[in-house]
Protein backbone atom coordinates (compact mmCIF):
# COMPACT_ATOMS: atom_id res chain seq x y z
CA UNK A 1 0.00 0.00 0.00
CA UNK A 2 1.34 3.14 -1.01
CA UNK A 3 1.99 6.17 1.59
CA UNK A 4 1.43 9.61 1.69
CA UNK A 5 -1.22 12.10 0.97
CA UNK A 6 -4.10 10.66 -1.12
CA UNK A 7 -7.86 11.27 -1.87
CA UNK A 8 -10.27 9.99 0.68
CA UNK A 9 -11.38 5.94 -0.16
CA UNK A 10 -15.20 5.11 -0.24
CA UNK A 11 -16.43 2.27 0.82
CA UNK A 12 -15.32 -0.26 -1.81
CA UNK A 13 -11.44 1.10 -1.37
CA UNK A 14 -11.97 2.96 -4.36
CA UNK A 15 -9.98 6.75 -4.32
CA UNK A 16 -12.20 8.72 -6.93
CA UNK A 17 -10.44 12.22 -8.02
CA UNK A 18 -14.64 13.26 -9.69
CA UNK A 19 -16.34 12.62 -6.54
CA UNK A 20 -14.15 14.42 -4.34
CA UNK A 21 -13.75 17.34 -6.78
CA UNK A 22 -17.47 17.46 -6.87
CA UNK A 23 -17.89 17.49 -3.64
CA UNK A 24 -15.19 20.15 -2.51
CA UNK A 25 -16.36 22.89 -5.21
CA UNK A 26 -20.09 22.41 -3.74
CA UNK A 27 -19.06 22.82 -0.39
CA UNK A 28 -17.37 25.81 -1.16
CA UNK A 29 -20.00 26.96 -2.96
CA UNK A 30 -22.84 26.15 -0.67
CA UNK A 31 -20.88 28.76 1.77
CA UNK A 32 -22.32 31.54 -0.06
CA UNK A 33 -24.53 30.23 -2.88
CA UNK A 34 -26.32 26.88 -1.68
CA UNK A 35 -28.85 27.13 -5.26
CA UNK A 36 -25.45 27.32 -7.06
CA UNK A 37 -23.84 23.50 -4.76
CA UNK A 38 -26.86 21.48 -5.68
CA UNK A 39 -26.55 22.57 -9.31
CA UNK A 40 -22.74 21.42 -8.84
CA UNK A 41 -23.86 18.06 -6.52
CA UNK A 42 -26.22 17.32 -10.26
CA UNK A 43 -23.91 17.43 -12.41
CA UNK A 44 -23.45 13.75 -14.03
CA UNK A 45 -20.73 14.03 -16.68
CA UNK A 46 -17.70 16.39 -14.37
CA UNK A 47 -15.19 16.20 -17.26
CA UNK A 48 -17.55 17.93 -18.98
CA UNK A 49 -19.71 20.05 -16.10
CA UNK A 50 -16.40 21.42 -14.36
CA UNK A 51 -16.00 23.98 -16.27
CA UNK A 52 -19.08 25.94 -15.37
CA UNK A 53 -19.06 25.41 -11.67
CA UNK A 54 -15.46 26.81 -11.59
CA UNK A 55 -16.82 29.98 -13.26
CA UNK A 56 -19.56 29.91 -10.77
CA UNK A 57 -16.76 29.86 -8.09
CA UNK A 58 -15.46 33.13 -9.82
CA UNK A 59 -18.52 34.95 -10.39
CA UNK A 60 -19.77 34.10 -6.75
CA UNK A 61 -16.89 35.03 -5.08
CA UNK A 62 -16.42 38.52 -7.29
CA UNK A 63 -19.44 39.83 -5.29
CA UNK A 64 -17.70 41.21 -2.47
CA UNK A 65 -15.05 40.33 0.09
CA UNK A 66 -16.81 38.20 2.59
CA UNK A 67 -18.02 36.08 -0.51
CA UNK A 68 -14.24 35.33 -1.62
CA UNK A 69 -13.09 34.88 1.72
CA UNK A 70 -15.95 32.31 2.98
CA UNK A 71 -16.11 30.32 -0.07
CA UNK A 72 -12.13 30.18 -0.66
CA UNK A 73 -12.08 28.85 3.58
CA UNK A 74 -15.02 26.42 2.98
CA UNK A 75 -12.93 24.58 0.14
CA UNK A 76 -10.18 24.73 1.76
CA UNK A 77 -11.69 22.86 5.19
CA UNK A 78 -13.56 20.86 2.62
CA UNK A 79 -10.25 19.50 1.21
CA UNK A 80 -9.15 19.12 4.55
CA UNK A 81 -11.64 17.00 6.19
CA UNK A 82 -11.53 14.62 2.58
CA UNK A 83 -8.08 14.24 1.91
CA UNK A 84 -6.16 12.06 4.04
CA UNK A 85 -2.21 10.63 5.05
CA UNK A 86 -2.08 6.62 4.27
CA UNK A 87 0.32 4.55 6.48
CA UNK A 88 0.47 0.99 7.17
CA UNK A 89 -3.29 0.11 5.70
CA UNK A 90 -5.00 3.05 7.21
CA UNK A 91 -6.02 6.50 6.77
CA UNK A 92 -5.62 9.53 8.79
CA UNK A 93 -6.62 13.02 8.43
CA UNK A 94 -3.88 14.62 6.70
CA UNK A 95 -3.01 17.60 8.77
CA UNK A 96 -3.05 15.90 12.48
CA UNK A 97 -0.94 13.14 10.79
CA UNK A 98 1.64 15.39 9.71
CA UNK A 99 1.89 18.15 12.98
CA UNK A 100 2.18 14.71 14.82
CA UNK A 101 5.00 12.97 12.38
CA UNK A 102 8.32 12.18 14.01
CA UNK A 103 10.00 12.26 11.04
CA UNK A 104 14.11 12.67 12.01
CA UNK A 105 14.20 15.11 8.81
CA UNK A 106 16.62 15.36 6.25
CA UNK A 107 20.52 16.35 5.85
CA UNK A 108 21.50 18.95 4.07
CA UNK A 109 23.95 19.53 1.30
CA UNK A 110 25.15 22.68 0.25
CA UNK A 111 26.21 24.12 -3.14
CA UNK A 112 27.86 27.59 -3.44
CA UNK A 113 27.90 29.37 -6.66
CA UNK A 114 31.14 30.52 -8.07
CA UNK A 115 29.42 33.27 -10.56
CA UNK A 116 29.15 37.11 -9.81
CA UNK A 117 25.96 38.31 -9.06
CA UNK A 118 23.95 40.03 -12.13
CA UNK A 119 23.62 43.38 -11.25
CA UNK A 120 21.46 44.62 -14.40
CA UNK A 121 18.00 43.44 -15.08
CA UNK A 122 17.42 42.27 -18.48
CA UNK A 123 14.80 39.86 -20.32
CA UNK A 124 16.10 37.24 -22.54
CA UNK A 125 13.18 37.78 -25.59
CA UNK A 126 13.54 36.46 -29.00
CA UNK A 127 17.28 36.05 -29.46
CA UNK A 128 18.01 39.43 -27.21
CA UNK A 129 18.33 40.31 -24.03
CA UNK A 130 16.43 43.49 -23.59
CA UNK A 131 17.25 46.01 -20.46
CA UNK A 132 16.71 49.88 -20.59
CA UNK A 133 15.05 51.73 -22.90
CA UNK A 134 14.56 48.20 -25.08
CA UNK A 135 12.74 46.49 -22.33
CA UNK A 136 10.63 50.01 -21.40
CA UNK A 137 9.36 49.48 -25.17
CA UNK A 138 9.10 46.10 -25.34
CA UNK A 139 6.59 46.21 -21.95
CA UNK A 140 4.91 49.23 -23.76
CA UNK A 141 4.11 46.81 -26.68
CA UNK A 142 2.77 44.16 -24.49
CA UNK A 143 0.33 46.51 -22.72
CA UNK A 144 -0.48 48.25 -26.02
CA UNK A 145 -1.37 44.71 -27.71
CA UNK A 146 -3.18 43.73 -24.48
CA UNK A 147 -1.34 41.30 -23.74
CA UNK A 148 -0.54 41.92 -20.23
CA UNK A 149 -2.22 44.21 -17.68
CA UNK A 150 -0.98 47.72 -17.20
CA UNK A 151 0.06 46.56 -13.80
CA UNK A 152 2.42 44.15 -14.72
CA UNK A 153 4.34 46.89 -16.93
CA UNK A 154 4.49 48.86 -13.97
CA UNK A 155 5.80 45.68 -11.59
CA UNK A 156 8.61 45.18 -14.04
CA UNK A 157 9.41 48.89 -14.19
CA UNK A 158 9.52 48.74 -10.17
CA UNK A 159 12.53 46.24 -10.17
CA UNK A 160 13.89 48.42 -12.88
CA UNK A 161 14.05 51.54 -10.94
CA UNK A 162 15.25 49.70 -7.86
CA UNK A 163 18.04 47.21 -9.04
CA UNK A 164 19.35 46.81 -4.94
CA UNK A 165 15.68 44.89 -5.29
CA UNK A 166 17.81 42.13 -6.93
CA UNK A 167 20.61 41.98 -4.65
CA UNK A 168 19.03 38.44 -2.98
CA UNK A 169 21.88 37.96 -0.64
CA UNK A 170 19.51 38.27 1.91
CA UNK A 171 16.50 36.38 0.32
CA UNK A 172 15.97 32.36 1.67
CA UNK A 173 13.10 30.89 -0.70
CA UNK A 174 11.76 27.37 -0.88
CA UNK A 175 11.55 26.14 -4.51
CA UNK A 176 9.00 23.02 -3.92
CA UNK A 177 9.56 21.48 -8.18
CA UNK A 178 12.85 22.89 -8.16
CA UNK A 179 13.31 21.26 -11.69
CA UNK A 180 10.38 22.99 -12.81
CA UNK A 181 10.13 24.79 -16.30
CA UNK A 182 8.06 27.61 -14.76
CA UNK A 183 10.32 28.17 -11.69
CA UNK A 184 12.25 31.35 -10.39
CA UNK A 185 15.26 28.59 -9.44
CA UNK A 186 17.74 29.59 -11.73
CA UNK A 187 16.99 33.56 -11.91
CA UNK A 188 16.76 33.29 -7.88
CA UNK A 189 20.35 31.86 -7.56
CA UNK A 190 21.87 34.29 -10.23
CA UNK A 191 20.49 37.10 -7.96
CA UNK A 192 21.86 35.57 -5.03
CA UNK A 193 19.57 33.67 -2.99
CA UNK A 194 19.37 31.13 -1.14
CA UNK A 195 17.38 28.32 -2.61
CA UNK A 196 15.83 25.65 -0.59
CA UNK A 197 15.28 22.88 -3.50
CA UNK A 198 12.77 19.98 -3.31
CA UNK A 199 12.04 17.96 -5.90
CA UNK A 200 11.64 14.33 -6.65
CA UNK A 201 14.40 11.29 -6.67
CA UNK A 202 16.21 11.67 -9.53
CA UNK A 203 20.24 12.02 -10.12
CA UNK A 204 20.17 13.92 -13.42
CA UNK A 205 17.89 16.18 -12.73
CA UNK A 206 19.47 16.71 -9.69
CA UNK A 207 23.28 16.90 -11.19
CA UNK A 208 21.58 19.57 -13.32
CA UNK A 209 20.32 21.99 -10.49
CA UNK A 210 23.96 21.35 -8.70
CA UNK A 211 25.05 22.27 -11.68
CA UNK A 212 22.71 25.55 -12.31
CA UNK A 213 23.25 26.82 -8.79
CA UNK A 214 27.51 26.08 -9.07
CA UNK A 215 27.04 28.61 -12.32
CA UNK A 216 25.50 31.19 -10.15
CA UNK A 217 25.77 33.38 -7.49
CA UNK A 218 23.33 32.24 -4.71
CA UNK A 219 23.85 29.27 -2.83
CA UNK A 220 21.37 25.70 -2.58
CA UNK A 221 20.41 23.52 0.12
CA UNK A 222 19.58 19.70 -1.32
CA UNK A 223 17.90 17.59 0.77
CA UNK A 224 19.53 14.05 1.42
CA UNK A 225 17.95 11.40 3.34
CA UNK A 226 20.14 10.84 7.12
CA UNK A 227 23.04 9.27 6.62
CA UNK A 228 23.01 8.54 3.10
CA UNK A 229 26.19 9.76 2.70
CA UNK A 230 29.11 11.18 3.89
CA UNK A 231 28.27 15.30 3.38
CA UNK A 232 31.64 16.78 3.63
CA UNK A 233 34.02 14.28 1.17
CA UNK A 234 30.73 13.42 -0.99
CA UNK A 235 31.20 14.54 -4.73
CA UNK A 236 27.82 16.17 -6.39
CA UNK A 237 27.14 13.09 -8.54
CA UNK A 238 27.00 10.65 -5.33
CA UNK A 239 24.88 12.97 -3.92
CA UNK A 240 22.83 13.31 -6.92
CA UNK A 241 22.13 9.64 -6.87
CA UNK A 242 20.09 9.85 -2.67
CA UNK A 243 18.93 13.58 -2.99
CA UNK A 244 15.05 14.57 -3.36
CA UNK A 245 12.07 14.47 -1.65
CA UNK A 246 8.62 12.46 -3.14
CA UNK A 247 6.62 15.31 -1.46
CA UNK A 248 3.04 13.06 -1.67
CA UNK A 249 4.92 10.39 -0.40
CA UNK A 250 7.01 12.01 2.18
CA UNK A 251 5.25 15.43 3.07
CA UNK A 252 6.42 14.35 6.89
CA UNK A 253 10.51 14.56 5.90
CA UNK A 254 9.55 17.88 3.91
CA UNK A 255 8.18 19.57 6.90
CA UNK A 256 10.52 18.38 9.46
CA UNK A 257 13.40 19.56 6.83
CA UNK A 258 11.94 22.93 6.33
CA UNK A 259 11.58 23.64 10.13
CA UNK A 260 15.04 23.60 9.89
CA UNK A 261 15.57 27.13 8.52
CA UNK A 262 15.98 29.81 10.88
CA UNK A 263 15.15 33.31 9.89
CA UNK A 264 12.16 34.45 7.39
CA UNK A 265 11.42 32.82 3.80
CA UNK A 266 9.22 31.99 1.02
CA UNK A 267 7.70 29.23 0.63
CA UNK A 268 6.91 28.81 -3.23
CA UNK A 269 4.88 25.90 -5.10
CA UNK A 270 5.86 25.49 -8.36
CA UNK A 271 4.99 21.35 -8.34
CA UNK A 272 3.33 20.08 -11.56
CA UNK A 273 1.86 16.54 -11.98
CA UNK A 274 -0.52 14.77 -14.24
CA UNK A 275 -3.73 14.65 -13.23
CA UNK A 276 -4.95 13.42 -9.56
CA UNK A 277 -1.09 13.45 -9.00
CA UNK A 278 -1.70 16.77 -9.11
CA UNK A 279 -4.27 17.30 -6.61
CA UNK A 280 -2.29 15.24 -4.42
CA UNK A 281 1.03 17.27 -4.46
CA UNK A 282 -0.94 20.52 -4.08
CA UNK A 283 -2.65 18.94 -1.23
CA UNK A 284 0.69 17.78 0.45
CA UNK A 285 2.25 21.14 0.09
CA UNK A 286 -0.72 23.05 1.27
CA UNK A 287 -0.37 20.93 4.97
CA UNK A 288 2.77 21.90 5.27
CA UNK A 289 2.31 25.28 4.51
CA UNK A 290 -0.02 25.34 7.29
CA UNK A 291 1.99 24.08 9.68
CA UNK A 292 5.01 25.83 8.98
CA UNK A 293 3.24 29.03 9.11
CA UNK A 294 1.37 28.30 12.35
CA UNK A 295 2.73 31.03 15.04
CA UNK A 296 5.14 32.29 12.73
CA UNK A 297 4.58 36.08 11.19
CA UNK A 298 7.82 35.53 9.01
CA UNK A 299 7.01 32.85 6.24
CA UNK A 300 5.23 34.22 3.12
CA UNK A 301 3.88 32.09 0.27
CA UNK A 302 4.43 32.18 -3.44
CA UNK A 303 2.66 30.41 -6.50
CA UNK A 304 1.96 30.87 -9.98
CA UNK A 305 -1.49 31.27 -11.50
CA UNK A 306 -2.21 29.30 -14.96
CA UNK A 307 -3.67 31.57 -17.51
CA UNK A 308 -5.81 29.22 -18.76
CA UNK A 309 -8.36 29.66 -15.79
CA UNK A 310 -11.34 31.55 -14.81
CA UNK A 311 -10.61 35.32 -13.62
CA UNK A 312 -12.58 38.66 -12.29
CA UNK A 313 -10.55 40.62 -14.59
CA UNK A 314 -10.75 44.93 -14.31
CA UNK A 315 -13.30 47.12 -16.31
CA UNK A 316 -10.63 48.30 -18.65
CA UNK A 317 -9.77 44.83 -20.24
CA UNK A 318 -13.47 43.98 -20.52
CA UNK A 319 -13.81 47.28 -22.75
CA UNK A 320 -10.66 46.43 -24.48
CA UNK A 321 -12.14 43.40 -25.40
CA UNK A 322 -15.11 44.29 -26.32
CA UNK A 323 -13.78 47.17 -29.13
CA UNK A 324 -11.88 44.52 -30.63
CA UNK A 325 -15.28 42.34 -31.03
CA UNK A 326 -17.12 45.43 -32.64
CA UNK A 327 -14.17 46.43 -34.79
CA UNK A 328 -14.55 42.75 -36.28
CA UNK A 329 -16.07 44.54 -39.42
CA UNK A 330 -16.61 42.11 -42.57
CA UNK A 331 -15.24 39.12 -40.27
CA UNK A 332 -18.66 39.73 -38.39
CA UNK A 333 -20.63 38.57 -41.27
CA UNK A 334 -18.33 35.56 -41.83
CA UNK A 335 -18.31 34.47 -38.51
CA UNK A 336 -21.36 34.75 -37.61
CA UNK A 337 -23.38 31.30 -39.28
CA UNK A 338 -19.91 29.63 -36.87
CA UNK A 339 -21.52 31.00 -33.89
CA UNK A 340 -24.36 28.80 -34.07
CA UNK A 341 -21.95 26.14 -33.48
CA UNK A 342 -20.31 27.94 -30.50
CA UNK A 343 -17.19 29.33 -32.23
CA UNK A 344 -16.16 33.04 -32.69
CA UNK A 345 -18.38 34.35 -29.32
CA UNK A 346 -17.83 37.33 -27.83
CA UNK A 347 -15.11 37.55 -24.74
CA UNK A 348 -17.70 38.92 -22.37
CA UNK A 349 -20.87 38.01 -22.89
CA UNK A 350 -21.90 39.20 -18.81
CA UNK A 351 -20.18 40.86 -15.87
CA UNK A 352 -20.65 40.68 -12.64
CA UNK A 353 -21.96 44.07 -10.80
CA UNK A 354 -19.96 44.04 -7.05
CA UNK A 355 -21.56 45.16 -4.03
CA UNK A 356 -19.29 48.84 -4.25
CA UNK A 357 -21.29 49.29 -8.00
CA UNK A 358 -17.49 48.17 -9.88
CA UNK A 359 -17.73 46.02 -13.09
CA UNK A 360 -16.25 43.14 -13.08
CA UNK A 361 -15.33 40.48 -15.86
CA UNK A 362 -15.22 37.26 -15.60
CA UNK A 363 -12.51 35.88 -18.07
CA UNK A 364 -13.47 32.49 -18.68
CA UNK A 365 -10.08 30.97 -20.04
CA UNK A 366 -10.18 27.35 -19.13
CA UNK A 367 -8.93 24.26 -21.26
CA UNK A 368 -11.03 21.19 -21.31
CA UNK A 369 -7.91 19.42 -21.83
CA UNK A 370 -6.27 20.15 -18.68
CA UNK A 371 -8.60 18.58 -16.86
CA UNK A 372 -11.10 18.97 -13.61
CA UNK A 373 -8.00 17.38 -11.81
CA UNK A 374 -5.71 20.77 -12.53
CA UNK A 375 -8.70 23.07 -12.20
CA UNK A 376 -8.98 21.30 -8.51
CA UNK A 377 -5.19 22.17 -8.03
CA UNK A 378 -4.91 25.68 -9.31
CA UNK A 379 -8.21 26.45 -7.41
CA UNK A 380 -6.79 25.29 -3.89
CA UNK A 381 -3.58 27.34 -4.11
CA UNK A 382 -5.85 30.33 -5.24
CA UNK A 383 -8.15 29.57 -1.71
CA UNK A 384 -5.09 29.33 0.38
CA UNK A 385 -3.80 32.51 -1.04
CA UNK A 386 -6.75 34.58 -0.32
CA UNK A 387 -7.24 33.04 3.25
CA UNK A 388 -3.28 33.39 3.81
CA UNK A 389 -3.55 37.22 3.13
CA UNK A 390 -6.94 37.48 5.35
CA UNK A 391 -4.91 36.59 7.78
CA UNK A 392 -1.79 39.08 7.20
CA UNK A 393 0.74 36.71 5.94
CA UNK A 394 2.16 37.93 2.36
CA UNK A 395 1.19 35.96 -0.72
CA UNK A 396 2.63 36.44 -4.09
CA UNK A 397 0.23 34.83 -6.74
CA UNK A 398 1.05 35.98 -10.45
CA UNK A 399 -0.82 35.09 -13.52
CA UNK A 400 2.06 33.63 -15.84
CA UNK A 401 1.68 33.67 -19.60
CA UNK A 402 0.76 31.17 -21.67
CA UNK A 403 4.26 29.15 -22.18
CA UNK A 404 5.90 27.09 -24.68
CA UNK A 405 7.15 24.24 -21.42
CA UNK A 406 7.58 20.63 -22.02
CA UNK A 407 4.02 19.68 -20.73
CA UNK A 408 2.51 21.74 -23.10
CA UNK A 409 4.15 20.58 -25.71
CA UNK A 410 3.98 16.66 -24.92
CA UNK A 411 0.10 17.34 -25.41
CA UNK A 412 -0.61 17.52 -29.12
CA UNK A 413 -3.56 19.32 -28.98
CA UNK A 414 -2.72 22.45 -26.53
CA UNK A 415 0.79 22.16 -28.64
CA UNK A 416 -1.46 23.27 -32.13
CA UNK A 417 -3.40 25.49 -30.26
CA UNK A 418 -0.31 27.01 -28.95
CA UNK A 419 1.51 27.55 -32.17
CA UNK A 420 -2.01 28.89 -33.45
CA UNK A 421 -2.83 31.25 -30.95
CA UNK A 422 -1.12 34.80 -32.67
CA UNK A 423 -3.86 34.41 -35.43
CA UNK A 424 -6.01 35.73 -32.20
CA UNK A 425 -3.80 37.98 -30.56
CA UNK A 426 -2.54 35.74 -27.82
CA UNK A 427 1.19 35.64 -27.55
CA UNK A 428 2.99 32.65 -26.29
CA UNK A 429 6.20 32.87 -24.11
CA UNK A 430 9.34 30.81 -24.36
CA UNK A 431 10.40 29.35 -21.13
CA UNK A 432 13.41 31.41 -20.35
CA UNK A 433 11.33 34.52 -20.68
CA UNK A 434 8.22 33.92 -18.76
CA UNK A 435 10.37 32.59 -15.96
CA UNK A 436 12.68 35.95 -15.79
CA UNK A 437 9.54 37.86 -15.91
CA UNK A 438 8.15 35.88 -13.06
CA UNK A 439 11.18 35.81 -10.73
CA UNK A 440 11.20 39.91 -10.74
CA UNK A 441 7.57 39.97 -10.08
CA UNK A 442 8.43 37.54 -7.29
CA UNK A 443 11.36 39.70 -5.38
CA UNK A 444 8.92 42.47 -6.46
CA UNK A 445 5.98 41.03 -4.25
CA UNK A 446 8.98 40.36 -1.73
CA UNK A 447 10.57 43.65 -1.06
CA UNK A 448 7.37 46.05 -2.61
CA UNK A 449 4.77 47.70 -0.04
CA UNK A 450 2.64 48.91 -2.69
CA UNK A 451 2.48 45.02 -4.30
CA UNK A 452 -0.88 44.01 -3.51
CA UNK A 453 0.93 40.60 -1.73
CA UNK A 454 1.46 43.28 0.83
CA UNK A 455 -1.98 42.04 3.60
CA UNK A 456 -1.90 45.86 4.54
CA UNK A 457 -2.86 46.83 0.98
CA UNK A 458 -6.04 47.39 0.87
CA UNK A 459 -8.26 45.25 -2.36
CA UNK A 460 -11.70 45.90 -3.62
CA UNK A 461 -11.84 42.11 -3.57
CA UNK A 462 -9.31 39.49 -2.10
CA UNK A 463 -9.17 38.48 -6.08
CA UNK A 464 -7.96 41.61 -7.18
CA UNK A 465 -4.29 39.80 -5.74
CA UNK A 466 -4.54 37.56 -9.42
CA UNK A 467 -5.35 40.51 -11.64
CA UNK A 468 -2.34 42.58 -10.35
CA UNK A 469 0.78 42.16 -12.15
CA UNK A 470 -1.03 39.86 -14.55
CA UNK A 471 0.73 38.74 -17.75
CA UNK A 472 -1.85 36.61 -19.64
CA UNK A 473 -1.07 36.67 -22.90
CA UNK A 474 -3.74 38.45 -24.37
CA UNK A 475 -6.67 36.12 -23.08
CA UNK A 476 -7.86 38.32 -21.12
CA UNK A 477 -8.55 41.34 -24.04
CA UNK A 478 -9.02 39.24 -26.81
CA UNK A 479 -12.46 39.50 -28.94
CA UNK A 480 -12.75 36.09 -28.50
CA UNK A 481 -13.75 33.68 -25.66
CA UNK A 482 -10.75 31.39 -25.82
CA UNK A 483 -12.42 28.32 -25.71
CA UNK A 484 -14.73 29.28 -28.75
CA UNK A 485 -11.66 29.50 -30.84
CA UNK A 486 -9.57 26.70 -29.08
CA UNK A 487 -10.02 24.50 -32.22
CA UNK A 488 -9.51 27.14 -34.72
CA UNK A 489 -6.12 28.25 -33.27
CA UNK A 490 -5.32 23.85 -32.92
CA UNK A 491 -6.25 23.73 -37.02
CA UNK A 492 -4.23 26.81 -38.04
CA UNK A 493 -1.18 25.82 -35.37
CA UNK A 494 -0.94 22.42 -37.05
CA UNK A 495 -0.38 24.45 -40.26
CA UNK A 496 2.08 26.68 -38.72
CA UNK A 497 4.00 23.80 -37.00
CA UNK A 498 4.28 21.55 -40.41
CA UNK A 499 5.29 24.74 -42.74
Not at 211 to 219: F, L, P
Not at 352 to 381: F, H, M, T
Amino acid sequence: MQTGTDFPAANDGTRSTTATGRAVIADALRAVDPAAARRVEQIKDWRAGYLGAIRDLVVVAAANTDAAIRLSQAGLDSLHERFVWTSQDSDRPLLPALATSDHEGMDTFEVIGRRERRAQFSVPYKGKRLASGELHRQLDDWVARGIAEPTFADGIRAIMANPQWLDCRDLQVVVIGAGAEMGPLKQLLDWGATIYAADLPNPGLWERIMGTAKESAGRLAVPVPRRSVQLDTASDSRVAQTAGIDVIGSADALLAWLREIDGPYTLGNYAYADGGLHVRVSMAIDAVSVLLSQGRRDVSLAYLATPTDVFAVPEDAVAMARMRWNDRRTRRVLQAPLQLAKLFEPNYRDTVIDDSGREVGIADCLVPQQGPNYALAKRLQRWRAIVARAQGQRVSLNVAPATRTRSVVKNRALAAAYAGAGQFGIEVFSPATANTLMAALLVRDLRDPRSASNPERDLRNPMDLFADGANHGGLWRAAYEPRSVLSLAAVLGLFVRNA
